[in-house]
């Protein structure tokens, strides 16, 4: 983290770093140079610790939905999530805050994210029961229909909102601040610590609905409540990083193929790979073409994608 | 621990699947329960594993009603070893699979200890499975697979086992060598069979469900009649005890046609069956 913190557009010594970090936290041994500290301390770091919590919070998101829905192929983008958080954000981009009650584009993708997680709960419920496929099948739907209405608001919008709203949707955590770190970081990191205390009766999902029901868990109230959240999760970390795609979809699957699918070693190793992974992504995204930025949605996938395949094609438990 | 069901009907989407079903297990005993396809068999299992709540009666283990009982407190007296083909279960090992037996000893904050592992490590010795308890579960054949699910069940530390077609696909001798471990268990059983050779071969006692009722129950050759056999199965066949102890059922060379099984009665069986899929699918 250190290491990411010191190299951008400028590079700083890692020594320097240690030194303006120690100080912010500690109080003491301040540097003499106020533009390095307002480097390391108001834009990089902030962005580090962002991109750490978003990596770690959709990788777990991913981890969790893709049991409980009982689809290698889920995430929060497959549920629909990203994509309420996308109408909510770019609403708020090209019609402005006036309009929705001066809500923020954080706060509208927030609310996106969980109003469509409400809308795929009702509707992959049947006669009382939260059925897996329906769940997948509704995610899809109202994720397409979400996209449809993302472009036709996005007609009314000028080049620049344009830029806004593409940057947005391809995910950055350039615009991490210390204000809403606090925000973010106790949503995520009591959802993860939450999902966490459910390892056991994951693993039990595992078994098959019936199974798990005859193992003493409450499935249909298990889905329930990590489907909630899970939408919190992504929802606030979608609303102050964007759509990052891939990550939750990846890095799941990644420790899976490692160190097997048991949920108590599954997911605490997922949140630390999704955060490292993130951390470095962002990394490569300032260096890249410096000093310009590429979002990060279009690394997280281009680097991710090759090593994946390449370990899928490691592994011959999968046929 | 005793099996009491009592006067149980269950309803799905408005059709009656099953119509006061009455049946007991007694502490230690095995008993079978067989009837053709869609006769309700898996239905009145998951009122048992307290996966369906029955519209009317009652399903007691050790005396207790088990929707009185908390999710984890019924699975902490009933294990259920089910044709269960919604998880997924790749990249759990066996060892990992035996584990989630221990799920009902222990609440969100629990955390394996010496009496978990004892429980594991036995019921994985007592299946046989500890030549590939490391091995990816995916990997097993299917009648390690079944060991593997039993040992599961018995880490479960079950005062009844409920089984649903567990010697399904496998060979011969695999169904022989499971029978004998079920046995050896002696823990109170009731298991649903398709062979009837087989839960003739295991059973203390037989249930036959027809068409959601309960066509006749008893010890295996006074529930297995020639006439029963005809009735429900629409089979000739007769039963004897051999002089080896087992007993055993020889068919006529062809089913019955026309009389034995009413045409009515095969088309309600075929319906049942559609609707139980489309039931147990979600």
Redesign the interface.
Known sequence: MITAISIGAVTIPVADVWTIVAHHITGQGATDDPALDQIVWNFRTPRVLLAALAGAGLAVAGAVLQTLV?N?LADPTVLGFSYGASFGAVLVITLGGIGIGGVGVAGAAFLGALATGAVVFALGR?RG?L????LVLAGVAVGYVLLSATSFVQLWATPTELRTVMFWMLGSVAGAQWNQLPVVATIVLTCTALLG??G??L????????????????VNRLRAVLLVITALLTGSVIAVAGGIGFVGLMIPHLV??TV???HRRLLPLTALLGAVYLVLVDLLSRTLIRPNELPLGILTALLGAPFFLWLLRRNK??D | MKLTVDHLHVTLDHNVILRDVSLQVRKGDIVGLVGPNGSGKSTLL?TV???LRPADGVVRVGGDDVWEL???????R???V?Q??????????VT??V??????H?G???RDGPQDHDAISEAIDRCGVRPFAGR?Y??LSGGERQRVLLA?ALA?EPQLL?LDELTNHLDIRARFELLDLIRATGVTTLAVLHDLDLAARLCDHLVILNDGAVAAAGPVLEVLTPDLLADVFGVHATTERHADGVIRITYAARPITGGGRPAPAGDSTKKDEARLART?E?
């Open positions: 009982t290698p049947r029961r059925a897996p496929t329906r205390l459910f056991r009766q693993n039990a999902v595992l078994a098959g609905d019936e199974s798990a029901t005859a193992l003493g868990v409450d899976r193929l097997g699918a048991d438990g999968l | 998951r594993y307290r996966s908390s999710p984890r407190a019924a699975a902490r009933t294990a259920a089910l269960d083909t919604g998880g997924n279960t790749t990249g759990l090992t990992e699979i584990a989630l037996g221990r799920a009902p222990h969100l904050l629990g990816d995916a990997s599961r479960q409920v147990t979600h």
